[in-house]
């Protein structure tokens, strides 16, 4: 089985311009996170998607937006860039059955000049 | 106070030691602790799942979750150079709920 795929991997944006990663999750699993790592913070929580519907939301300013698609796959906007969300954006596909949990891509490295 | 804390190290310890990685949390809803091992880079991959309290060992590697202390543990034996990565803890109350991570643990082990 394929893993979590995402794309680009890395991105190198100026302030004030926008950004969109996209996330493919494991076949057959229905929920998708985004979080966001940096070496000071660790890793933060964006947001969780199931079946198109977001169904948690971290503490991150209204420019960090998601959607997902029938097909599962994610995608994650933030609009109007600023130097501190220079980050490794990691998605997470969630299954698994009774012991559910995340897989992790190798992520999009998101650098913000 | 955070959910989820864990010593962010870092931890240096020779070949063949036996190492030991804690996470406290707050939360007594957490029933799902995950221990995740990530390399310089790379994307965190999942190591070892627990659900409620007890012991799971997977070769080298034990988890041991203590609710009634809300302290779970990760102890690696015969370290090797290979499992020099940072570990994070993870956890989540059920089906649905947000997961929480703890800040990792910088593991080096030394040859």
């Known amino acids: 089985k394929a893993g979590v795929t995402q794309t680009p991997r890395y991105l190198i944006k100026t302030r004030g311009q926008q950004v969109t990663l996209s996330c493919s999750p494991i076949?057959?699993?229905?929920?998708v996170s985004w979080y966001q790592q940096t070496p000071g913070q660790g890793l933060q929580f964006l947001f969780e998607?199931?079946?198109?519907?977001?169904?948690n939301k971290g503490n991150f300013p209204g420019r960090f937006s998601g959607r997902q698609f029938s097909n599962s796959r994610s995608e994650m906007n933030v609009s109007t860039l600023e130097l501190g969300d220079s980050a490794l954006y990691l998605c997470?596909?969630?299954?698994?059955?009774?012991?559910?949990?995340?897989?992790f891509g190798p992520g999009t490295r998101l650098l913000v000049l | 106070q955070k959910e989820v804390e864990q010593d962010p190290g870092p931890l240096s310890v020779p070949e063949g030691a036996i190492v030991s990685l804690n996470c406290t949390y707050s939360?007594?809803?957490?029933?799902?602790f995950m221990w995740y091992r990530q390399y310089s880079r790379k994307g965190p991959e999942l190591l070892m799942y627990?659900?409620?309290?007890g012991n799971k060992e997977d070769g080298r590697f034990t988890a041991q979750v203590d609710k009634s202390s809300k302290y779970i543990s990760l102890f690696i034996r015969d370290s090797q150079p290979s499992d020099s990565a940072t570990y994070l803890c993870?956890?989540?109350?059920?089906?649905?709920?947000?997961?929480?991570f703890g800040t990792g643990t910088s593991l080096t082990v030394i040859p």
């Open positions: 997470a596909s969630i299954g698994g059955g009774f012991q559910e949990t995340q897989y």
């Open positions: 076949s057959g699993h229905r929920s």
């Open positions: 998607y199931f079946s198109e519907t977001q169904r």
């Open positions: 939360n007594s809803a957490f029933q799902y």
């Open positions: 627990t659900y409620s309290s």
């Open positions: 993870a956890m989540r109350a059920g089906t649905g709920n947000q997961f929480y």
